[in-house]
């Protein structure tokens, strides 16, 4: 049953309608702000979470001080010290092995005719094994002239001299070579340089004589052409077997992860003073000298090491892939950046992170070679190995990342099949720290559980060592850094989200200004509305009062008609607030912004328990007002 101030209001059909269309233009325009306000914070934290900010090691001005433990000769993570570093969310200290990986022959640069640098090919496609007969040898001498500063702060002057020695060999037959060099032209001189000596300083080729040679078989020196590259010498190539890369930092011994040669000094401190290296005792050979037939000697007592270790070797290598072991694979410069990206499958998940699952991708170009699929298995047989630098020789002056062979004293003993979950395209062969070959297999770090894979981490190489940073918070870590003297080590790429950051903040506070707005208009509607209900409500509380009705119940029943009309209200401003939504956000933020229906419902609900809430205490005194002055105040 309708008290008397509800009747009143349907009674007042034009002062109820004009006061509900008012109070509910307020409560669209405030409801229409929140929402919009909280829709752009919600989707710049959902669109955000899609990109991945990282602090990448600067190969030239990197130093890893920050990381090194002298105490323990270890690596201490950033995430695990004591130190706080702002807006560092986590650091991937990605493990490098190789692997064989049985029946599945590497990518070599001429599967993909990419002829800029055969030294992509180094290690696993580049070994070759030949026969073939001397033609020349030139031996050549060169001083070397320079200051040496001694620990008492003094300088002497060192002279000596160290050779080398040129040798040219005509083309007998290929023993074995990787399937892909069968496209290039055929092959008929080969061209070894080097200062590696035989004992006692011998050079040890003579002309005329054969011999089986082994090591890194270039392919021929190419330039860019108007057609494309074009081959200098095409029938003629280098044995490599001596250069060694740099990894950037001190090996324990000279070699190059395939040979490993000693220094040897005559006449040391004499004006006579001479050096020239020699393969040490354990060192792999890379002659040998035959008569006959080579396959012959192969089955001779002195060409068993050739017949079981070096040819099988080759063969192994032909086989053999990159891996890389990460925590976080968007951490990656390449997939950072957009330059590798997932082609088919998906990326790793967060449980096969934690649990080191047996999964892994691969690169497009590598699964087409061997015909592999997601879903497939492949057999990962891991060995360890050291990532270096290496300049190319043979085609631009620039770093390439190459890595150790398989060797079987590196083999970790750790073999298992992998689950191929993934397909990624990206450059196939590139120069630069940065760079990965299309070889290169991603597994997560975790699903290879070594005591030594410490050894296989390398904060030095931009390709294995990388930050997550907060989004926005690049600028601050690097201002932090700097006062720690350790700035300008890390180059930033946040996939251009400070560009998006800048657009959402252009759009939050123009939807704060609209919640603004929005508040004012509520305000001094809210405000208007209890006015004039009151006052519009205040005789017919004075008849109640003069009835002898209790203040009480004139405040509930008053209370009540107003709760009505601020439900009404709220509920057409929800109804509006729907209504105009897009029309208002277009206008004023420039863009769409999604509108959560659930977000609506509740901002106009809170309006209309702000409202009631006012009617309420304001109608409090209305109704408990005197109605009758004291005969003291009637005798003034």
């Known amino acids: 049953m309708m008290n008397i101030f509800t009747k ?44 991945t900010t990282i602090a990448v090691p600067n190969p030239y001005t990197f130093t890893p001080a920050i990381l090194w433990r002298e105490g323990d000769k270890t690596w201490l993570p950033l995430t695990r010290q004591e130190r706080k570093y702002p807006g560092l969310l986590a650091e991937d200290l990605r493990g490098f092995l190789v692997a064989h990986v049985a029946g599945c022959g590497t990518l070599s640069c001429y599967d993909v005719g990419e002829y800029r640098s055969a030294d992509f090919d180094v290690y696993g496609a ?79 080729f003579e002309v005329g004589k054969t011999y089986l040679l082994f090591g890194i078989l ?10 494309g590259y074009e081959f200098l010498f095409p029938d003629r190539t280098m044995l490599n077997v001596d250069q060694t890369p740099f990894s950037g930092g001190f090996a324990s011994r000279r070699g190059n992860g395939l040979f490993y040669w000693q220094m040897i000094t005559i006449n040391e401190g004499s004006e006579n003073e001479e050096r020239y290296y020699c393969l040490e005792d354990d060192s792999l050979p890379f002659y040998t000298e035959y008569t006959g037939s080579w396959r012959d000697f192969l089955r001779t007592e002195e060409g068993k090491i050739w017949q079981e270790t070096l040819i099988p070797l080759c063969e192994i290598n032909y086989e053999s892939a990159a891996v890389i072991l990460t925590d976080n694979i968007d951490s990656l410069y390449q997939f950072n950046t957009g330059s590798a990206s997932l082609l088919e499958g998906r990326r790793f ?42 300049t190319s020789i043979l085609g631009p002056s620039e770093d390439i990342l190459v890595h150790d062979p398989c060797m079987p004293e590196a083999r970790l003993g750790v073999q298992k099949d992998y689950e191929i979950i993934g397909i990624y395209t990206a450059p196939e062969f590139e120069f630069g720290h940065n760079s990965f070959q299309a070889d290169t297999i991603f597994i997560p770090k975790g699903s290879v559980a070594s005591g030594d894979m410490e050894l296989n981490e390398d904060p030095w190489s931009p390709l294995l060592y990388s930050l997550v940073l907060k989004n926005g918070k ?10 720690l003297g350790c700035g300008g080590m890390f180059e930033y790429f946040d996939q251009q989200y400070s560009a998006l950051e800048d657009t959402y903040a252009v759009m939050t506070a123009n939807a704060r200004r609209l919640v603004a707005l929005g508040a004012a208009a509520f305000a001094l509607a809210a405000a208007l ?14 008849g109640m009062r003069l009835m002898g009705v209790e203040p009480g119940r004139v405040w509930r029943e008053l209370t009540a008609a107003l709760a009505l009309l ?26 769409r912004v999604a509108l959560r229906p659930e977000v609506l419902v509740l ?31 009637r005798g003034r």
């Open 8 to 51: 009143k209001l349907f009674r007042s059909k034009v002062f109820t309608s004009l006061t509900i269309v008012f109070m509910a233009a307020a409560v669209a325009l405030l409801s229409i702000g929140i929402c919009a306000w909280r829709e752009t914070y919600a989707q710049l934290e959902r669109v955000g979470a899609q990109y």
């Open 126 to 204: 580049a070994m070759a094994v030949v026969a073939a007969k001397c033609t020349s040898v030139q031996n050549r001498s060169n001083l070397i002239e320079h200051t040496r500063t001694l620990e008492d702060g003094t300088t002497e002057d060192i002279k000596y001299r160290i050779d080398n020695y040129d040798t040219n060999f005509s083309m007998e037959e290929i023993v074995c070579r990787h399937p892909a060099y069968s496209k290039l032209p055929e092959l008929k001189t080969i061209n070894l340089s080097t200062n590696i000596y035989a004992a006692g300083k011998k050079i040890p």
């Open 218 to 227: 270039n392919g021929p020196m190419s330039h860019q052409g108007p057609n």
């Open 349 to 390: 998940t967060a449980e096969e992170y934690a649990n080191g699952e047996a999964v892994c991708l691969v690169s497009a170009a590598y699964a087409q070679k061997n015909s592999l699929d997601v879903g497939d298995a492949i057999n990962l047989d891991f060995y360890h190995s050291n990532l270096r630098y290496r």
């Open 474 to 483: 690049a600028e601050e870590f690097e201002e932090h850094l700097a006062a």
């Open 529 to 542: 509305f209890v006015f004039l209900s009151l006052r519009r409500m205040a005789p017919a509380v004075r």
């Open 566 to 591: 601020a439900a009404g209200s709220a509920a057409l401003g929800g109804l509006l607030g729907a209504a105009l939504y897009d029309f208002v956000t277009n206008r004023v933020l420039a863009s």
């Open 603 to 633: 901002c106009a609900a809170a309006a209309a328990a702000a409202l009631l809430a006012v009617s309420a205490l304001c109608a409090l005194p209305a109704s408990r007002r005197k109605l009758l002055q004291s005969p003291k105040k």
